[in-house]
């Protein structure tokens, strides 16, 4: 039996933020099913939802941004804040996909060659993993802050 694709993937504080307020247990989910989380210190220390010991409980893995990295991100100007300047530095250095929803970091990416997964999205590969019934995605998508309704058409 072919084994499907695992993936890499960096989460921004948005997608981390509505997952947690919708139900956490999705970022594990996704870490069993779909492939492995990474989240950088500083996006973590912006989200107040969870802290170290609720990342290791939930698969997600930290990651402390080298001190090149962390100039590079200071001193790249435009509409990026700093963290998701990291997520974008990271998700091209390791060749991670950036889930993200904020439309000015998806434009970088897409426009430095990063890979680049909405949030409503990686609900939709965790149910084709079989990792979630489609149900419980639904409702967890229609809870999802700013959802655009064209994905619920997609999963009825």
Same mark, same amino acid.
Not at 84 to 92: Q, S
Not at 99 to 109: A, E, G, M, S
């Given at each position: ?7 890499? =993937? ?14 956490? #247990? ?14 950088? #210190? ?10 170290? &010991? ?12 080298? =001190? ?6 200071? @001193?790249?100007? &435009? /509409? ?12 091209? @250095?390791? &060749?991670?996909?950036?889930? #993200?929803?904020?439309? /000015? ?15 409503? @999205?990686?609900?939709?590969? =965790? ?5 979630? /019934?489609?149900?419980?995605? #639904? ?5 999802? /802050? ?11």
């Amino acid at each position: 039996m072919a084994k499907k694709k695992r993936h890499f =993937l960096i989460l921004d504080a948005n997608i981390l933020i509505d997952f947690c307020q919708c139900d956490r #247990t999705i970022v594990k989910l996704v870490c069993n099913y779909v492939g492995q989380v990474y989240l950088t #210190t500083p996006v973590l220390n912006e989200v107040k939802q969870v802290d170290e &010991g609720d990342c290791q409980e939930l698969g997600i893995i930290l990651v402390e941004p080298e =001190l090149d990295q962390v100039v590079l991100a200071a @001193e790249k100007k &435009g /509409p990026l804040s700093f963290q998701d300047n990291l997520c974008l530095i990271l998700a091209k @250095e390791n &060749g991670w996909s950036c889930v #993200t929803n904020d439309k /000015p970091l998806r434009k970088r990416c897409r426009d430095e060659g990063v890979t680049i997964i909405w949030g409503v @999205e990686l609900i939709c590969m =965790l149910v084709e993993s079989v990792g979630l /019934p489609l149900e419980h995605a #639904t409702d967890i998508i229609m809870k999802m /802050p700013g959802i655009n309704m064209l994905f619920l058409v997609i999963f009825r």
